[in-house]
Every structure is written in structure tokens, then in C-alpha cells.
């Protein structure tokens, strides 16, 4: 009861104090809600955390990129907040070290720095920096590190026959059992050992980057899994274990199907859809992971705009849309909780059943007809 009074009070507090702030930020020019919704799905140089009045609340990340003057490093405040909005470089905004470097707020480089040359043409240098994703994904991998380290400790210094652990990690044996359990073992069988450790980590680190990217405010936020970047790069991953991985007869099934023979010759029409189902696969793994979670955030985002959207309009009107907007919220974020869960283990799952259509071996019937 104690703490069901004190989530009223909140409750109360947000229903009739978000209004009222709304309603001034609206006051004040307008709410760019594209601009809420990219900036939380698209990649910067900064992480922007809140406003605090008229001045935001922003980490400035390092900038390494290297020109054709060599090499420059600085951070992100280096850059103008606005661009300019007269002369040749009008919507950039530049750089108050380097009169050529700029960052791109519209075009093919938009949000990316770039180098001016003096006839106006854009030029891409060679970009190490430090933006959010990669500050992200830094954050992640060491949450990642801690999932199993933590664990393992416990397992080193005790016996299998001592009493389950609990708190933190029992929950993550709890993971680690129902993965291997219900994904891993029905679908690799004897070589479930094999890959287990690569399919694990897999789950785990689109897990934690999944409910990472639920959390509004550092270290979290980052919509990590909503970068295609990333989600290409898992895919290519699962992509690779697979076909290092393909048997022999995994390999003639792709070349020579056991289809009637006018499906492969003269016209290899067989072969052909084969072989463009080795890249399908992956494609679409990366596709439903990424499609998934930044729709998942973009709609939460928009939802919680609702709230600004309704303060232009009266705040009687705005605080009850307020109590539907944030309720509305509230069941989002619990589902992409699940959602987050989801998409890991199919993720994991699909992996494992390629993995296992690759590691296919010759039947007995087969091998007494050869």
C-alpha cells in the first residue's frame, strides 16, 4: 500500500503538471515531432537528453574523422548548434575549428559531418567518431559482459548438485536454460554444444540492446536494434556460422537438387533459386528485427506526442488526453518489453534452425543408393 500512495502521486502529478508544460512548450513555437521521432531512431554526434527551458541537456560525444588536411578530433560542441541560413553553405552547420568541416542537416549526408571543397561539392572523410550507436553499443556489450560473467562466477564456485541461485543470477540461468532447452537442443540436437555459446550470445545482446532502447533517459535510449547497421551485421554473422558450417550434402543440395533433371539443365533454374535463397535468409532476419523495433519505438514516441499535440487545444482537453496518452504509453512500453523478448528468441531461433538445415547429412537410404 506504502508504494501503491506513492505511484498515485506521481500519477497525479504527471496527469496535471505534463499538461501545463506542454502547453508552454507549444507556446514557445511548436513541437517538432518529426524531429522528436528521428532524433531518437537516427544516429548523431550527440546525445540529447532533455530541455531545460530553452536549453537542452546534451553528452557531446567525440569526433574523429580524418580530411584532407589530416586528421581532426574534437568533440560535438565544436559544431555550431543551428545552421547557417545565408551564403554557399547555407543548412550546415560548421565547424568553429575547421572552416571546412561541417555537419550536413539535409541531402545524402544528412546528420553525417562533411568535408566543403570551395566549388561547393560534399566530400564523406573517413569517420571513426564516437556517436550514440557506438556509445550504445559500447554500454551494451559491457551489460552483455556482465550477463555472463556474473553467472559463470557463481557456476566456477559452486557444484552442480548445490541449491539454484537467485536474485540476478537465477534469472539469467533462468534465460540461459529456457533458450537452450526449448531453441537450441530441439532444434541442433548432438551439436547443440557446438553453437550454443554463438546463439546465446546472440539472444542476450538483442535482449539487452532491446530493452536498453525502452529506457528514456542515459544509459539507455539508444534504438540500437533500430539501426540497420546493426541488424545487418548480426545477419551477416549468422550468415557466415551458416555456410562455414554446410555439410557436403548441404552443399550438393544447393548445386544439384534432387529435382528432375530438366530443372537444372540446360537452364540451372533450381541452382539459381537455391543460391538466391542462401542470401534471402538472412536478409530477412535482418529486416524483421530492424523493421520491428523502430516501429515499436516510433509508435511509443508518438503516442507520448499526443500529449503536445492536445496542449494547443486547452488544458481541460489536454489532461484528458494526457491520462489516455500516457496509459496508452505505459501499455506500449510494456509490450515492447515483450516484443524486445520475442524478437530475440526468433531471431535466435531462425539462426539455429538454418544452422541446423546446413549441418544436414546423408540418410542411410541415400547412401545405400549411392
Known amino acids: 500500500m506504502k508504494y501503491l500512495k506513492h505511484l498515485l502521486c506521481m500519477a497525479v502529478m504527471l496527469f496535471f503538471l505534463l499538461p501545463g508544460a506542454a502547453a508552454s512548450e507549444s507556446k514557445g513555437g511548436g513541437v517538432d515531432l518529426q524531429g522528436i521521432l528521428w532524433g531518437h531512431i537516427k544516429d548523431s554526434y550527440e546525445w540529447h537528453i532533455t530541455n531545460i527551458g530553452d536549453k537542452p541537456v546534451i553528452i557531446n560525444l567525440p569526433v574523429i574523422v580524418k580530411t584532407s588536411d589530416g586528421w581532426y578530433t574534437g568533440w ?82 559452486h557444484k552442480v548438485t548445490d541449491k539454484a541461485p537467485k536474485g540476478f543470477t537465477g534469472l539469467m ?48 535510449g539508444g534504438n540500437l536494434t533500430g539501426n540497420i547497421t546493426i541488424t545487418f551485421f548480426l545477419a551477416i554473422c549468422t550468415f557466415l556460422v551458416t555456410n562455414f558450417s554446410g555439410t557436403k550434402h548441404y552443399w550438393k543440395d544447393i548445386f544439384w537438387p534432387d529435382v528432375p533433371a530438366w530443372l537444372k539443365v540446360p537452364v540451372p533454374l533450381m541452382p539459381v533459386i537455391e543460391i538466391f535463397g542462401i542470401f534471402t535468409k538472412p536478409f530477412a532476419l535482418m529486416v524483421r528485427l530492424f523493421a520491428n523495433m523502430m516501429a515499436g519505438h516510433a509508435i511509443a514516441l508518438a503516442l507520448t506526442c499526443i500529449i503536445f499535440i492536445m496542449a494547443t487545444m486547452g488544458i481541460v482537453l489536454s489532461s484528458s488526453m494526457t491520462i489516455v496518452s500516457v496509459g496508452m504509453s505505459i501499455f506500449m512500453m510494456l509490450l515492447e518489453i515483450l516484443v524486445s523478448f520475442i524478437q530475440a528468441l526468433v531471431f535466435t531461433m531462425l539462426s539455429a534452425v538454418f544452422i541446423s538445415l546446413a549441418r544436414v547429412h546423408e540418410s542411410a537410404e541415400e547412401k545405400v543408393k549411392a
Not at 537452450?180 to 540492446?209: H, M, Q, R
Open 76 to 157: 560535438a560542441e565544436d559544431f555550431e548548434e543551428e545552421p547557417l541560413e545565408h551564403g554557399s553553405h547555407a543548412g550546415y552547420r560548421p565547424c568553429k575549428n575547421n572552416p571546412n568541416l561541417f555537419i550536413a542537416t539535409k541531402g545524402n549526408y544528412e546528420r553525417r559531418i562533411v568535408e566543403l571543397k570551395p566549388d561547393g561539392t560534399e566530400v564523406r572523410p573517413f569517420d571513426i567518431s564516437i556517436t550514440k550507436s557506438v556509445c550504445v553499443l559500447f554500454i551494451d556489450a559491457i551489460l552483455l559482459l556482465l550477463c555472463i560473467l556474473i553467472p559463470a562466477r557463481w557456476c566456477r564456485r
Open 173 to 220: 540461468h533462468m534465460f540461459v536454460m529456457y533458450v537452450y532447452d526449448e531453441v537450441i537442443k530441439p532444434t541442433l540436437g548432438k551439436e547443440a554444444d557446438k553453437y550454443a555459446p554463438y546463439l546465446l550470445t546472440c539472444f542476450f545482446f538483442i535482449f539487452v540492446a532491446n530493452v536498453m532502447g525502452i529506457v528514456p533517459f542515459p544509459p539507455g
